[in-house]
């Protein structure tokens, strides 16, 4: 493996099974857990529209939580290069997912909206500017056919 290639490795395990499998689609659990060595277990579900657990995680919450994570490290990392100190950053992330007839479904669009506290004004500009890159160097991102788009609010500590 070279210095450019990353693998990564989780397990999926289906958690309901209620005793009877799948006979029936109207009673079979859809809740699931995701095992990654040496990281906590993470339970989820499926979206409530789909017979899910509200409480747990779904596939939809995960996908919209990558693109911002990834997003945020990749700015963050940006920032810090360039020596512009953020010292907040918060993101409310959207995102529109479409069940056609057929039952199939895409996201449509995501939309990031991340708030950077700054501590000097003065890099204000060069901050914003900064989504931009951040984007297209983002993992996930580039990994994703849905549109992403971003709309940065950047303050100052003072």
């Known amino acids: 493996m070279t210095d450019n290639l990353h693998?990564?490795?989780a397990r999926l395990?289906?958690?309901?099974?209620r005793g009877d499998g799948t006979t029936s689609y109207d009673t079979y659990?859809?809740?699931?857990?995701?095992a990654i060595d040496g990281k906590p277990d993470l339970a989820g579900s499926a979206d409530p529209a789909f017979r899910g657990d509200p409480a747990l995680?779904?596939?939809?919450?995960l996908f919209l939580i990558a693109i911002s994570s990834c997003h945020m490290l990749s700015y963050l990392a940006l920032c810090a290069r360039a020596r512009i100190n953020v010292i907040a950053?918060?993101?409310?992330?959207?995102?529109?997912?479409?069940?056609?007839?057929?039952g199939a479904g895409r996201f449509t669009e995501v939309v990031l909206h991340p708030t950077v506290t700054l501590a000097n004004p003065?890099?204000?500009?060069?901050?914003?500017?900064?989504h931009e890159k951040a984007h297209s160097v983002c993992f996930i991102?580039?990994?994703c056919s849905v549109p992403i788009k971003h709309e940065a609010t950047i303050v100052t500590e003072a």
């Open 7 to 9: 693998r990564y490795t």
């Open 13 to 17: 395990t289906w958690d309901g099974n």
């Open 29 to 34: 659990g859809r809740d699931y857990h995701t």
């Open 57 to 61: 995680h779904n596939p939809e919450d």
């Open 89 to 102: 950053y918060t993101d409310q992330a959207t995102g529109t997912m479409e069940v056609d007839r057929s």
């Open 122 to 130: 003065a890099d204000r500009d060069r901050a914003a500017a900064l």
């Open 141 to 143: 991102a580039n990994s």
